[in-house]
């Protein structure tokens, strides 16, 4: 079923895997590989928000995030009449979206050697952090990171790509990926209790 | 996706990933579509039209380069003999593709100032520089000369792409056409 309606700013949806999961029907992509304007605004109506969503968590900033929306999307209309049809097509609309924004975070700030080096710490016996965290909150913090390590971050555990997977596309080995991981996690724990931290006499003052 | 890691626990299993899968979506602000949907109609037209302007502004700076060229060999140039390949033929190759990639330069910067951009051109314009700055980047990380060819030929390739872009926005205003009307030079053609 091809997911069209309109998820409007008041009712936002959780993002997972999930919401770039849509199958569109093989008449709109018949029509789309014709070159239809309809059949390719129905298509990008419907993949616009995981697509603009998963660029915006890679890149970080909401115009460069717009460019590769813009940028992918236009991959896809040159590129729709090669699609056979072998492979889901929202797997390969997601694909040309994950390569835009790492081409352009390797463009922009030559991020691909983008690592930090603070060492693991291992956690400690509080619950994480992101289970009391909010949404702001929480995304604060995720956009604090490192540029690859927020996408590699996001890529494992929001978009589902294996370490084999990240590696293959980043250039980098199995174990990077996994590094970055973990330390995604290590480094948004502890910015997420430093904020707590940091507001807390805040809330104290004004309880 | 397939191959998932099995020695992994499932990613989405863990609180982080629900907690990041929890975030809201985004949309972008504002709407993408009518740029997309721009594009997507100048890609419409007509092959002639879309493929003449830019011919013609390619067929102009070919001459633009050739004719002070031949105005300053004013003597005819003996035959150069033929010489086999050596093992120079890289460094000669690439001095050829840096003078090439500067006269480019040069007349795209020219053009570029003499003429107002149509939007469409202007948006094929920037994605083409994004690919140059691409090259650049790239570039910057080749080792030695047998690296740094093939993308300088990439980086003269496009640059010939952007020349004839930037020179459909100095054909529009050299000859001040409306749409659907031929330039006067390529009705010289027919």
Redesign the interface.
């Known amino acids: 079923m091809l997911a069209t309606e309109s ?1 409007g ?1 008041a009712s ?6 999930a ?1 770039f999961q849509i199958d569109v029907p093989d008449l709109v992509l018949a029509r789309a590989r014709r ?1 239809e ?1 309809r059949a ?2 129905t298509i ?2 419907a993949f ?3 697509a ?2 998963l660029a ?1 968590r890679m890149v970080g900033d ?1 115009e460069s ?2 460019e590769v ?3 992918a ?2 991959r896809l ?1 040159e590129r729709i009449g090669q699609f056979r049809g072998d492979a889901p097509f929202w797997g390969w609309l997601r694909q040309i979206v994950v390569n835009e924004s790492l ?1 352009r975070l ?2 922009d700030r ?1 991020v691909a050697f983008d690592e930090f080096d603070d060492a693991d710490e291992p956690p400690g016996d509080a619950p ?1 952090p ?2 009391l ?1 909010d ?1 702001a909150r ?2 604060r913090a ?1 956009m604090r990171l490192p540029a690859m390590t927020r996408s590699v ?2 890529l ?3 978009e ?6 990240i590696a293959a596309m980043t250039g980098k080995s199995v174990s990077f990926s996994k590094s970055q991981v973990a330390r995604g ?1 290590t480094r ?1 724990r502890r910015l997420l209790e430093t904020e707590t931290k940091e507001s807390a006499p805040c809330l104290a003052a004004t309880i | ?1 397939s ?3 099995h020695l ?1 626990i499932h ?2 299993a ?4 629900a ?11 504002p709407d ?2 009518p ?3 721009k ?3 100048e ?2 037209r007509p092959r002639w039209r879309r493929y003449a302007i830019p011919l013609g502004a390619a067929a102009a700076l070919a001459i633009a380069l050739l004719v002070p060229t031949l105005a300053t060999h004013e003597r005819v140039e003996a035959p150069i003999a033929w010489t086999p390949v050596t093992t120079n033929a890289t460094a000669d190759e690439l001095a050829a593709l840096h003078d090439r990639s500067r006269t480019l330069e040069r007349w795209i910067a020219a053009v570029s100032a003499r003429a107002p951009q149509d939007g469409r051109d202007l948006m094929a314009a920037v ?1 083409v520089e ?1 690919l140059i ?2 090259v650049d ?1 790239q570039l910057g990380g080749a080792n030695g000369d047998a690296d740094a060819l093939p993308l300088w030929r990439q980086r003269v390739a496009l640059l010939e792409d952007l020349a004839a872009i930037r020179g459909n926005g100095a054909a529009f205003a050299a000859t001040g056409e409306q749409d659907g009307v031929v330039p006067a030079s390529l009705n010289l053609l027919n």
């Open positions: 998820r700013p936002p949806e959780p993002v997972s895997a919401s070159g304007a390719l605004e990008y109506r616009e928000r995981p603009y969503t915006l909401a995030a717009r929306v813009h940028d999307m236009l209309i081409m390797r463009k030559g994480p992101w289970l965290a949404a929480l995304e995720l971050l996001w494992h555990h929001v589902e790509y294996t370490h084999q997977e996690g948004l | 996706m191959g998932r890691d992994d990613p989405s863990t609180p982080l990933a907690a990041l899968r929890a975030l809201p979506e985004a949309a972008p602000m993408l579509w740029d997309l949907a594009t997507l109609a890609r419409k994605e994004d700055g691409l980047v």
